[in-house]
Structure formats: C-alpha cells, structure tokens
C-alpha cells in the first residue's frame, strides 16, 4: 500500500495494507483504449505515523466512460472508516473527492490529518497532473 502515500497528499502518514487491482475488461483497438472496468481494494487498509488507525477495507470500482476517461466509485467495506467517494481520471490528470468520517473514536486522530473538517466527517479531494501507478518490483 505505500504506493498509495503519494495519492493521499499527507506526507506524515503512511499507508499500510494491501492493494489488490481486478481489471476483468480491458480491450485495446487502433492504439486507443476502447474499453475497462474493474476495482481496486485497499485490504486491511491502515494508516501509521504521527496518529496511526486501523481503518477496516475500501475499494473503487471503475469503468471507461462515453468521455473517454475512468470514472470510479469509492466507498468502504463497513470498518472503522466509513468512506464515499467519486472519481475520474485519464493518462493527463486525476481527480477524486470522497468524504471520510470515522465509525469508531480511536480513529479520529489519523483522519485529521487529512482533508478539511466538513459537519461530521473529512472531505479529502486529491488531484494530479497523471496517474502514477505502483512502482515497479525488481
């Protein structure tokens, strides 16, 4: 899950767990890509440094659109976080908002570190100029 610590935009945390990708539908046609859908997880998902938080599990579930770039749905598996989100993304930028609240107390020092207070909960946006998948394994 470190790949992920670049996305969440909170250098002192850093994220713990797994990540798995499922992409079932992807084609290719005339260099140009023509179709995807699948979900990333984020198992066991947790966060540690200056506040550390076990979080529970979250996933997106993603899918090339009429515009010609992914667009995903995040939410969370029913742990301590309780997430909703959207997000789209293309080769050039991404760009996801998601709101985070906390299901249980202990995690509440960790969420505030990231996004801005909004009513009971912590609306994080995270955007950039490109996707950067995880890094390569020597």
Do not use: K, T
């Amino acid at each position: 899950a470190s790949w992920l610590g670049g996305l969440l935009a909170s250098p002192p945390l850093q994220p713990q767990g797994r990540v798995q990708v499922s992409v079932p539908v992807a084609r290719i046609a005339d260099g140009r890509l023509q179709a995807v859908s699948g979900q990333l997880a984020w198992r066991e998902a947790a966060l540690s440094g200056p506040a550390s938080a076990a979080l529970g599990g979250l996933r997106a579930d993603f899918a090339l659109d009429a515009d010609g770039r992914v667009h995903g749905v995040i939410r969370d598996d029913g742990g301590a976080l309780a997430a909703n989100g959207r997000f789209v993304a293309d080769l050039a930028r991404y760009r996801a908002e998601m709101l985070l609240s906390a299901r249980d107390a202990r995690i509440v020092p960790a969420l505030s570190w990231l996004g801005q207070a909004r009513g009971d909960g912590r609306w994080l946006v995270l955007e950039g100029p490109s996707l950067a998948g995880p890094p390569a394994v020597p």
